[in-house]
């Protein structure tokens, strides 16, 4: 915790903008300090890298295979037998086996059809099924699954890092909105302080009433009262807002007390986002993450049903290797010398290979009907989070021109009032409901704001900022 007095140091003489505080601290840069160190994301590395290593395991079924038997027997100064086999075998693709083998066999009491020549019998061949495992079988369903489960990590991932980006721009917007509703109670109390100080200077004068000075007086507590539970909002809201902030070797990062947010974030977020609503178009939903995801998961179940539709097959291995003593080269093998055979088995009923099927059909059916509906979730979500945004345009223009109404108002009020022709309850009344709707206005913009990052979210675009 040592680096972290020279954190506060750096954040606080960040400069961002020729036109902002020094000590100010904006989304885009936020977002760069969130993608590059915050834990989560890195996290998420990790499903792209165990996806490889699980790819790479699926492989080594295809791995060549080396195995040495040796056996022996010796009781009494007798040599009951001794048996060698060492063999490489090499899986391939469809269900085929290739297969070459060396056996030197001896011994008193030998089974006669383990004998081999004195200096050994070489063998090469090859094992097929006929029927079942041929096209499919066990190891190439888990290796084909294991190259889907490679792309889903990476889905998974970039769907993660939507949320986490998601998440700390709804954060900073809401630090963003607590420092400006502050802002605004804090600067209505010193209007309250100004006002109470020039009523009491009237009351002294006599211009104006004692009971001007406890109106002014009251004013100013409720005024007090407000900056403080605004004071709250703020502070909790920048603590949250810091939990996605970390730098190297997971340390995280603390906001100075003087730091601020950019309140000009609410008129960048077309461009931090790099998009508008009129650029968004619904057929981009075909290639949302989720909807990827899914469509791959359903090509899982499908190599899954395959296996399931194999598993319907009769078992029918035959297997045939050539023989020869010596090895001096390839015509040492003559098909007159051969050793071969044939397995054949397959279950009267099937019933557990048909249920095993049918169920894997379900899930397929089930799939199918979750992408269905994903996918129009999606493109509904995706129209309201439009229509929001256009409402929340001419919310904010209703809302600007009121504020402007109400400022004109109390100004009014005062000005009646110093003339003696209105009153601070009055006055205050007015100020009210400027502050209400000074306040709307700034949720407004918060809203405009989220709702530009909820509709990047919901296309599943904010990992690409």
């Known amino acids: 915790m040592k680096k972290l007095p020279f954190l506060y140091l750096f954040i606080s003489f960040i400069s961002f903008s020729q036109n902002k505080p020094i000590n100010t601290l904006s989304l885009e840069e936020s977002l760069g300090y969130v993608k590059k160190h915050h834990p989560v994301l890195k996290q ?7 996806n490889e290593a699980k790819l790479m395991k699926a492989r080594g079924a295809f791995d060549p295979k080396i195995a040495i038997d040796y056996d022996r027997k010796e009781f009494k100064d007798t040599d009951y037998y001794k048996n060698l ?7 391939t693709w469809y269900g085929i086996e290739l297969k070459a083998s060396y056996e030197n066999n001896s011994g008193q009491f030998l089974n006669p059809q383990s004998k081999t020549p004195k200096n050994g019998l070489y063998n090469v061949g090859v094992a097929i099924p006929l029927a079942k495992n041929l096209f499919i079988n066990k190891r190439m369903a888990t290796l084909k699954q294991a190259k ?6 990476k889905l998974e991932q970039q769907l993660l890092i939507n949320t986490i980006l998601f998440n700390a721009i709804d954060s900073y917007l809401n630090w963003t909105l607590y420092y400006q509703q502050h802002t605004i109670y804090k600067d209505y109390y010193t209007n309250a302080q100004v006002r109470l100080k020039n009523v009491i200077t009237s009351f002294k004068a006599g211009d104006k009433a004692a009971v001007d000075t406890l109106e002014a007086s009251i004013n100013l507590k409720s005024r007090k009262l407000d900056l403080e539970k605004a004071n709250i909002k703020y502070i909790k809201s920048k603590l949250e807002f810091s939990n996605y902030l970390w730098i190297n070797d997971n340390i995280p990062m603390e906001l100075k007390q003087e730091v601020i947010p950019d309140i000009t974030t609410y008129y960048k977020m077309d461009a931090l986002l790099k998009s508008t609503s009129n650029t968004i178009i619904e057929n981009r939903i075909s290639n949302h993450p989720k909807i ?4 791959l998961k359903r090509k899982n179940l499908e190599i899954n049903k395959r296996l399931k539709v194999n598993n319907l097959l009769p078992k029918i291995d ?3 290797n050539l023989l020869s003593a010596k090895v001096d080269n390839l015509d040492a093998f003559n098909v007159s010398n051969y050793k071969n055979s044939l397995q054949v088995s397959v279950p009267l009923f099937l019933r557990k290979s048909r249920g095993d099927l049918k169920l894997a059909k379900l899930k397929i059916q089930d799939l199918d009907f979750e992408i269905a509906t994903t996918k129009t979730i999606l493109l509904n979500k995706i129209k309201a989070t439009k229509q929001e945004i256009a409402s929340y345009k001419k919310q904010n223009i209703i809302l600007k021109n009121l504020v402007n109404d109400y400022k004109t108002i109390v100004k009014s009020e005062e000005r009646k009032f110093s003339l003696g022709e209105s009153s601070l309850f009055l006055i205050n009344y007015r100020e009210v409901k400027l502050i209400e709707n000074n306040l709307k206005e700034v949720k407004n913009q918060y809203n405009y704001a989220k709702t530009k990052s909820k509709l990047i979210n919901l296309l599943g675009q904010l990992n690409t900022l």
Do not use: R
């Not at 998420?44 to 165990?50: D, E, M, P, S, Y």
């Open 44 to 50: 998420a590395k990790l499903i792209t890298n165990t």
């Open 318 to 320: 035959f297997q045939y």
């Open 292 to 295: 990827k995801l899914l469509e």
């Open 148 to 153: 889907l489960y490679a792309k889903q990590g």
């Open 85 to 91: 086999t060492s063999t490489f075998k090499i899986p």
